[in-house]
């Protein structure tokens, strides 16, 4: 009898940490389908209104429960911080003086960390912390580290393959 009283409770408990997830991610939804597209190339200058919105609302609880919350507030920062960069005609993976771009890349890159520590097999966010790691002029060996541990998770993602190679 305590066995089974004891698998329910289990099961009940996994069901409402289920149901939180599901909850954030319905709650979220702007924010992943933005991400998405950011993250498939779209640069939209009208968008740095929405992106801000978004960044400033608190994720409250869901970031606990929700880790695919924490990937795409991380790409909503690089979108933010290829924004201000391309506002600026400056160019979005190298290096530059301006203080706004280098502020918003640094906030870009601890999202990217804060991302990773929730899921470290994702390949594509390593790769993308080795890119903007490049931007901010990190250490050639720091960013051999990021594409060694993105080679790792994702070794056969072509998607990733193609663009890691061209990095």
């Known amino acids: 009898m305590t066995a089974k009283a004891l698998l329910l409770a289990l099961a009940a408990l996994c069901a ?12 979220h939804r702007a924010h992943h389908r933005l991400a998405a597209e950011a993250g498939a190339g779209r640069l939209e200058t009208a968008d740095s209104g929405l992106v801000a919105a978004l960044l400033a609302a608190p994720a409250g609880a869901a970031a606990l429960f929700d880790p695919h919350l924490h990937r795409s507030r991380a790409v909503l920062h690089l979108y933010a911080a290829d924004l201000i960069a391309a506002a600026n005609g400056l160019d979005p993976l190298r290096p530059v003086p301006d203080p706004e771009t280098v502020a918003a890349r640094a906030a870009a890159l601890r999202q990217l960390e804060a991302a990773l520590a929730r899921q470290p097999l994702d390949g594509d966010l390593w790769l993308r912390l080795a890119v903007t790691g490049r931007a901010l002029g990190l250490p050639e060996r720091q960013l051999e580290t990021y594409l060694e541990f993105s080679r790792l998770s994702t070794p056969y993602e072509g998607w990733i393959l193609r663009r890691r190679s061209s990095f």
């Open 16 to 27: 409402g940490l289920q149901w939180q997830a599901l909850r954030s991610h319905l709650n």
